[in-house]
C-alpha cells in the first residue's frame, strides 16, 4: 500500500495569517476574521455590483451565500489528508460491498476487487466485451438490493452497433468467488441505449437504485448529437426508470407510449454523470454544460430540461443557446456553474468523520480539479455551492461509506485511489 498524505482544507484553520483561499476572496479582500455584520453588508454590496456589471452567476451565488452566513460555511471548511491507497488505469467508478472491499471500474474492460485491509487488487475475469474509446468503455457498478443474498451487480458499459456506432449498455450479472478465479456469471441485458450513433462522447450510463430499492434509474447521455434530448422517439438525453429486472413501470409519466418514451423519467438532459436521492427522497442530478452551464437539477417525474434548446452556457464554437430564463416552460437548474466544474460523480455524505459534510453533496470535478461541496437548501433556502478543495488533479469519482470515510479516484492513466482521513 502507498501511503502518501497531503494536507488539505481550510488554510484558516491551519495558517494564523489571512489567506485569500480562492477567487472570491481575493476579489473580496475578506480578512480571515471579519465581524459577522460587516461581511454581510460587504458581500451584499457586491452582490448588487456583480448583478449589475453582469458577473458570472458562479461568482454571484457565491457571494450571495457568503451573505446570508456570514462567511460561516468557509469557516467550518475541514481538513483532511489524501492517502494513497492503489493505483488504477483509466478508472471510471466505484462500489462498496458489505464487506468493506471495493469494486473498481476501468474504462479499457477490467473490473477489480480492491480490499484495502489486505493490500490486494484482484481482477474478475468473465466480463462483457466493451467498446473502449473516447469517454467509452466499462462504466458504472452498483450492487443490487439484495447483494448480500444474491451477489448480484448491475455494470454499464458501452458496445459496438452496425458500421461506426455504438450506445451504452446495462447488465446485472452474478459475482462468484468460489473459485480461485472471481468472476462473473449468469449476465443478463436489462437496458440498451437507442439509437446506436456514431461518436464516443456523452454516454452517461450512470446507475441508481431508489431508496425503496424498487427502481433502477439509468443516465442516458445525449451523445453529443444535441436533438435526441427533445425527441421522445429516443432514449438518449434522458434518466430511465426501470424495474431492477429491466421491466417498464405502469406508473412511468409516459407509460403508454410507444418504447422506448415508456422507459423515460425525465427527457432534456446533456451528460448527466452524477446522480443521488437525499434523505428527503429528492432525486439530484449533475450534468456537464457546453462551454459554461454546468448544472444542478432536481428531478421530477414528466419534467423538460431544456437542453439543447436552453442552457446557461454557449456551444464551443461561441455560438450563442438562449438561457434558461427565456423559458420558463421547461424546468430551471437550482445551480449553474461558469466556469464549469465538469462534475463526474456525487455522493450524499451521512457518516460522521466528517460531521460538517452530513448531509452535502460531494462533487467530484475533472476541469475543476477539485473536491465540490454542495448544500441542497431546504424549503427557505436554495441550494448553493459552499466551498471547493482545490487538489490539482482531475478526479474522477467520490465515494462515500456508511460508516462515514471518504474515497476519492484520479482520472486517468496510473490513477490514484485516495481515502480521506480527517486532520
Same mark, same amino acid.
Given at each position: 500500500?502507498?501511503?502518501?498524505?497531503?494536507?488539505?482544507?481550510?488554510?484558516?484553520?491551519?495558517?494564523?495569517?489571512?489567506?485569500?483561499?480562492?477567487?472570491?476572496?481575493?476579489?473580496?479582500?475578506?480578512?480571515?476574521?471579519?465581524?459577522?455584520?460587516?461581511?454581510?453588508?460587504?458581500?451584499?454590496i457586491?452582490?448588487?455590483?456583480?448583478?449589475?456589471?453582469?458577473?458570472?452567476?458562479?461568482?454571484?451565488?457565491?457571494a450571495?451565500?457568503?451573505?446570508?452566513?456570514?462567511?460561516?460555511?468557509?469557516?467550518?471548511?475541514?481538513?483532511?489528508?489524501?492517502?494513497?491507497?492503489?493505483?488504477?488505469?483509466?478508472?471510471?467508478?466505484?462500489?462498496?460491498?458489505?464487506?468493506?472491499?471495493?469494486?473498481?471500474?476501468?474504462?479499457?474492460?477490467?473490473?477489480?476487487?480492491?480490499?484495502?485491509?489486505?493490500?490486494?487488487?484482484?481482477?474478475?475475469?468473465?466480463?462483457?466485451?466493451?467498446?473502449?474509446?473516447?469517454?467509452?468503455?466499462?462504466?458504472?457498478?452498483?450492487?443490487?438490493?439484495?447483494?448480500?443474498?444474491s451477489?448480484?451487480?448491475?455494470?454499464?458499459?458501452?458496445?459496438?452497433?452496425?458500421?461506426?456506432?455504438?450506445?451504452?449498455?446495462?447488465?446485472?450479472?452474478?459475482?462468484?468467488?468460489?473459485?480461485?478465479?472471481?468472476?462473473?456469471?449468469?449476465?443478463?441485458?436489462?437496458?440498451?441505449?437507442? +439509437?446506436? &450513433? @456514431?461518436?464516443?462522447? !456523452? /454516454?452517461?450510463? *450512470?446507475l441508481?437504485?431508489?431508496?425503496?430499492?424498487?427502481?433502477? $434509474?439509468?443516465?442516458?447521455?445525449?451523445?453529443?448529437?444535441f436533438?435526441?434530448?427533445?425527441?421522445?422517439?429516443?432514449?438518449?438525453?434522458?434518466?430511465?426508470?426501470?424495474?431492477?429486472d429491466g421491466?417498464?413501470?405502469?406508473?412511468?409519466p409516459?407509460?403508454?407510449?410507444?418504447?422506448?418514451?415508456?422507459?423515460?423519467?425525465?427527457?432534456?438532459?446533456?451528460?448527466?454523470?452524477?446522480?443521488?436521492?437525499?434523505?428527503?427522497?429528492?432525486?439530484?442530478a449533475?450534468?456537464?454544460?457546453?462551454?459554461?452551464?454546468?448544472?444542478?437539477?432536481?428531478?421530477?417525474?414528466?419534467k423538460?430540461?431544456?437542453? +439543447?434548446? &436552453? @442552457?446557461?452556457?454557449? !456551444? /464551443?464554437?461561441? *455560438?450563442?443557446?438562449?438561457?434558461?430564463?427565456?423559458?420558463?416552460? $421547461?424546468?430551471?437548474?437550482?445551480?449553474t456553474?461558469?466556469?464549469v466544474?465538469?462534475?463526474s460523480?456525487?455522493?450524499?455524505?451521512?457518516?460522521?468523520v466528517?460531521?460538517?459534510?452530513?448531509?452535502?453533496?460531494?462533487?467530484?470535478?475533472?476541469?475543476?480539479?477539485?473536491?465540490?461541496?454542495?448544500?441542497?437548501?431546504?424549503?427557505?433556502?436554495?441550494?448553493?455551492?459552499?466551498?471547493?478543495?482545490?487538489?490539482?488533479?482531475?478526479?474522477?469519482?467520490?465515494?462515500?461509506?456508511?460508516?462515514?470515510?471518504?474515497?476519492?479516484?484520479?482520472?486517468?492513466?496510473?490513477?490514484?485511489?485516495w481515502?480521506?482521513?480527517?486532520?
Amino acid at each position: 500500500m502507498q501511503f502518501s498524505l497531503h494536507p488539505v482544507g481550510n488554510p484558516r484553520q491551519n495558517n494564523p495569517k489571512c489567506y485569500k483561499e480562492n477567487e472570491m476572496d481575493r476579489i473580496l479582500h475578506l480578512s480571515c476574521k471579519r465581524p459577522r455584520t460587516k461581511g454581510i453588508l460587504v458581500a451584499l454590496i457586491i452582490v448588487y455590483v456583480f448583478m449589475a456589471a453582469g458577473w458570472p452567476n458562479t461568482l454571484q451565488q457565491k457571494a450571495m451565500a457568503m451573505a446570508m452566513d456570514g462567511g460561516q460555511a468557509d469557516q467550518d471548511k475541514p481538513a483532511f489528508n489524501q492517502v494513497s491507497l492503489a493505483k488504477f488505469e483509466e478508472p471510471w467508478a466505484m462500489a462498496t460491498l458489505p464487506d468493506g472491499r471495493f469494486l473498481i471500474t476501468e474504462k479499457a474492460g477490467r473490473l477489480f476487487l480492491f480490499d484495502e485491509k489486505e493490500e490486494t487488487k484482484t481482477a474478475i475475469a468473465n466480463l462483457p466485451e466493451v467498446d473502449y474509446g473516447g469517454q467509452g468503455g466499462l462504466g458504472d457498478v452498483i450492487l443490487a438490493p439484495d447483494f448480500q443474498e444474491s451477489r448480484t451487480l448491475y455494470l454499464s458499459y458501452v458496445e459496438p452497433g452496425k458500421g461506426d456506432t455504438r450506445g451504452a449498455k446495462v447488465v446485472k450479472a452474478t459475482l462468484d468467488e468460489t473459485s480461485a478465479t472471481p468472476g462473473l456469471i449468469q449476465l443478463t441485458d436489462i437496458w440498451t441505449q437507442t +439509437p446506436k &450513433v @456514431s461518436g464516443r462522447g !456523452h /454516454y452517461s450510463h *450512470r446507475l441508481l437504485f431508489s431508496p425503496d430499492k424498487k427502481f433502477l $434509474f439509468i443516465s442516458s447521455g445525449d451523445r453529443q448529437k444535441f436533438t435526441p434530448a427533445q425527441d421522445m422517439a429516443t432514449n438518449l438525453g434522458k434518466i430511465i426508470r426501470l424495474y431492477p429486472d429491466g421491466t417498464v413501470p405502469t406508473d412511468n409519466p409516459f407509460h403508454g407510449q410507444k418504447a422506448p418514451a415508456n422507459e423515460v423519467w425525465s427527457l432534456g438532459h446533456r451528460n448527466v454523470l452524477g446522480m443521488q436521492f437525499d434523505a428527503r427522497g429528492n432525486l439530484w442530478a449533475h450534468e456537464m454544460g457546453p462551454r459554461g452551464g454546468d448544472e444542478l437539477n432536481v428531478i421530477f417525474p414528466g419534467k423538460n430540461y431544456g437542453w +439543447p434548446v &436552453v @442552457s446557461n452556457g454557449r !456551444h /464551443y464554437d461561441g *455560438r450563442n443557446i438562449p438561457d434558461h430564463a427565456t423559458r420558463p416552460d $421547461f424546468a430551471p437548474p437550482e445551480i449553474t456553474w461558469t466556469p464549469v466544474i465538469s462534475p463526474s460523480s456525487m455522493s450524499i455524505y451521512a457518516g460522521e468523520v466528517f460531521p460538517a459534510w452530513h448531509g452535502k453533496g460531494l462533487f467530484s470535478g475533472l476541469s475543476s480539479q477539485a473536491l465540490v461541496v454542495v448544500d441542497f437548501g431546504d424549503d427557505k433556502r436554495k441550494a448553493r455551492e459552499l466551498y471547493r478543495y482545490e487538489l490539482g488533479t482531475r478526479i474522477r469519482n467520490v465515494t462515500s461509506t456508511a460508516d462515514g470515510r471518504v474515497y476519492l479516484l484520479e482520472d486517468g492513466k496510473g490513477a490514484h485511489l485516495w481515502r480521506l482521513d480527517p486532520q
